[in-house]
């Protein structure tokens, strides 16, 4: 039987990937933005020539949310009002103060609470970019009963249920790279304590 190959290989081609995930988010603003003129369900992806018209202002925001970072990108305006989110309910007194390499943001535009730290939603990561995702309420309000842990395959096949061997097999990678990080730093601690070496780096 083939193996699956590794998530991290088929992200090699970087400025794919970062059209990739614009295309993608913009999909997902369109659906969820009241202002658009596109009527889409919040899961249903849509062709590109409706992606770019409609978001192209929404660009650098939609590269915050599935996780890009760059400096042209973290110059976007965001207000300093103080706001509360995710299921922990943290208020900080601006979103300037998030944290994103450490959050993720609901797909659905209109969602009150808007991000939510990967470890309160039980995500090990950021999901590869063809997965969506809902925060726990969001998922609920529109009903979506397909998926795993609030994601979905944009492109999954009726009968996989929203994806569910594409993100069994991610959070199985997910897990095998946690546990081998988590030998790392036993590892170096070991040393640390037996040699003394206090130049040995811990990962955080």
Sequence with gaps: MARTKPFRDLDRDQSARRASKVQTLQTQLIASDPRSHVSVSPLTPI?????????DDDTSQA???VGYRDSHVNGTNETNEAFTFCTCNTTVEGKRELDLEKMIRCGNR?????????RCVELPNHP???LGWMCPECHDTFGVTSGK?????????????GGKK???AWLREEDREEKKRENARMRKKF????IGESDVEMEG
Excluded: Q, Y
């Design 110 to 118: 209109n969602c009150e609470k808007m991000w939510f730290h990967l």
């Design 63 to 65: 590269l915050l949310a």
């Design 191 to 194: 040393w640390r304590e037996t």
């Design 149 to 161: 842990k609030g994601l979905w395959d944009f492109r999954a096949k009726e009968e996989d249920e």
């Design 128 to 130: 590869p970019i063809r």
């Design 166 to 168: 594409l993100i069994n």
């Design 47 to 55: 062709t590109p020539s409706f992606a770019v018209t409609d978001a």
